[in-house]
């Protein structure tokens, strides 16, 4: 069982680290800015804070008895772009995928991958104990437990990818904002369900991925890629003008 968990585990990793591999980051690692200067430590395990991690960490286990909530929480633990992809087409009012609205596709790759980034360095640095790891409990995804508990807790890397998704959708759809907001909040309170994270490394996630995003926005080939993508976004919509889609096919004659 063992050996198949760590093939399990071998194989997540293979496809995420393909999924990395195609993106073309905005900005380098330490070209975005250093969580280790302005962004708090997590919670000393004597104090208030790391008191209300507890409490959450049991409401999570509460919300496990909600099955329809409990497969939701497990189908976000898949991490990658393709995750995010299938959970937030919906409340996004539009089917991505890299054929059918490439321009989206493509801003959401890199985008995604540059905010990502942002949680190396307090990943290695505080290298916290998950929660399972500390109550000695098996999560709802066992067989990530392994590669879970050689990465640090803090901040949720997750939780990062969620909210910058979100964010990321909200400023091409900002008339679904309301619904891609909720799930992408909904995306991080799933790693506190699986039992995968602190609320304290779910919360840092959502802040180290609004900086981030702000950080894409000083990008001029961010900008001109965000500008494509909701393009596209009207052109898919039957939203685009006829100037629009001549713009739009003019853009892609010429890939």
Known sequence: MKKLMMMAVFMVTAVSAQAQSDAEPYFT????PDMLKWCPAPP?????????????????????????????????????????????????????????????????????????????????????????????????????EPALSRNGSYPSGHTLLGWSSALLLSEINP????????????????RVIVGAHWQSDVDAGRLAASVAYARLHTSERFLSQMRLARLEFRVKTGLATPAEIKMYKKSHAKK
């Open 29 to 32: 690692t330490k070209e975005m």
């Open 44 to 144: 000393d395990t004597v104090g208030t804070h790391f008191a209300y991690d507890i409490m959450q960490y049991f409401w999570g286990k509460e919300m496990r008895n909600c099955k329809e909530r409990a497969d939701i929480a497990i189908r976000d633990a898949v991490y990658g772009l393709d995750c995010i992809i299938r959970e937030f087409s919906e409340p996004f009012g539009l089917t991505i995928s890299k054929e059918e609205t490439p321009e989206i596709y493509k801003v959401m790759r890199d985008g995604t991958a540059t905010c990502d980034s942002i949680c190396t360095l307090p990943k290695r640095y505080y290298m916290r104990k998950r929660p399972f790891m500390r109550f000695h409990e098996q999560t709802l995804t066992p067989d990530d």
């Open 175 to 190: 008339e679904r904002a309301d619904t891609i907001l909720a799930r992408g909040l909904m995306y991080g309170d799933s």
